[in-house]
C-alpha cells in the first residue's frame, strides 16, 4: 500500500527550471528521515513551491533524483505518489458540496463517522455542529459563509482523513483571529504528529520547532540546519 510509506525524502543533485534557460533550482541536496519536519524559508521566487511542485511531480527536475523510501519518485504512478501525500495550503480548494463531501474527498471512501471523527481531530467538529444544518451545510466555491480559519480546520479534517505518509502545509499568513488560530496550531499538530512534513513556514514558532530549515536563496540552498545550529 502506498500509504505505508515511511516518508524519507531525498533529493540528489535536483535541478530544474520552468523556462528553457536558466535555474529556478540549482543542484538541491538534503535528506528528510521519517516523522521529520522540514521548514522551507525563503525570499518570495526563492524556489519554495517549486520544491512542492518537483516533490508531487507537477514538473520533473532535469537533473538529479527525487527519492521517497529510497525508490525514485519517477517510478511510481502520480496518481500513487499524490495518494500518499496531503496538502493544507493558504487557499483551501473546496467546491460546491456540504461540509460532509468537502471533508470526504480527503479519502472518498470514508464513512460518516470517519468524517465527523477527522473533523474533531481538527477542531472543526464543534464550529459546524453550531451551523443550523450541520455537516449538510452547503458550501460555495468560494466557501463563502464561512471564515478563512474555519476553511482551514476544514482543509485540515480533510488531511487526517487523507492519512498522508507526507504533508504539505502552506501556512497561511492572512488575518485569523487569535482563538481560530490556536485552534489550527493544535489541530496540525496532531496532523503532522509521527509524519514527514514540508512546511512553507511564515511564523517564527513552527521554524524554531522543524527538524531542519532550509533556506532558499534564488533557487540555492544557502542555509542547511536547525533552529539552534542557524
Ligand atoms: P513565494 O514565497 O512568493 O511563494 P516561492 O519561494 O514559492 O515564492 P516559487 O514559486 O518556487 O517561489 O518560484 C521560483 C521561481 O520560479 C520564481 O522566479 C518564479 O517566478 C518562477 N516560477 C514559479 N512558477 C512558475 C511557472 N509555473 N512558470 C514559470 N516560472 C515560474
Ligand atoms: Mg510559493
Known sequence: DV??????????????????DGNTITDANFLVSPGETVALVGPTGAGKSTIINLLSRFYEPNQGTITIDGISIQQMTRKSLRRAMGFVLQDVFLFEGTIRENIRYGRLNATDEEVIEAAKQANAHKFISRLPNGYDTMLSQDGSGISQGQKQLLSIARAILRDPSILILDEATSNIDTVTEIKIQEALQRLMKNRTTFV?????????????????QAGKIIEKGN????
Do not use: D, W
Open 200 to 216: 512553507i513556514a511564515h511564523r517564527l514558532n513552527t521554524i524554531q520547532h522543524a527538524n531542519q530549515i532550509l533556506v532558499l
Open 3 to 20: 500509504n505505508a510509506f515511511k516518508g524519507k525524502v531525498e533529493f540528489t543533485n535536483v535541478s530544474f527550471s520552468y523556462e528553457k
Open 227 to 230: 533552529h539552534e545550529t542557524l
